[in-house]
């Protein structure tokens, strides 16, 4: 099993950059498949991005989700953020193994951290 925990949440004005860490424990984040989902006040979680198993990187608008196996880290680099950014942020790893795509049902994942507050002001 393994555990996950973000960090670097917090308040951020619009147009700035903010960049989450998702740390796991308990076993190498390198057998999963990662991603990141937000969920803002009275809205439904979402998938926001992700890697899977095979990949280092990847890239979604704003966003890049980027993995570092030797830290057991797994990056959400947001740029440009706008108000309409403010959730909560949860990073997930996932055991299904995929060559091509990536994971982007919470049905898909299996671990899940607390989450951080992201804030975007105007």
């Known amino acids: 099993q393994v555990q996950l925990v973000e960090s670097g949440g917090g308040l951020v004005q619009a147009g700035g950059s903010l960049r989450l860490s998702c740390a796991a424990s308990?076993?190498?984040?390198?057998?999963?498949?990662m991603g990141w989902f937000r969920q803002a006040p009275g809205k439904e979680r979402v998938f926001v991005g992700g890697?899977?198993?095979y990949d280092t990187d990847s890239v979604r608008g704003r966003f890049t989700i980027s993995r570092d196996n030797a830290k057991n880290t797994v990056y959400l680099q947001m740029n440009s953020l706008r108000p309409e950014d403010t959730a909560v942020y949860y990073c997930?790893?996932?055991?299904?193994?995929?060559?091509?795509?990536?994971?982007?049902?919470?049905?898909?994942?299996?671990?899940w951290g607390q989450g951080t507050q992201v804030t975007v002001s105007s």
């Open positions: 890697v899977n198993t």
């Open positions: 308990g076993r190498s984040l390198s057998r999963y498949a």
């Open positions: 997930a790893a996932g055991t299904k193994l995929i060559r091509v795509g990536i994971l982007q049902r919470e049905e898909e994942y299996d671990y």
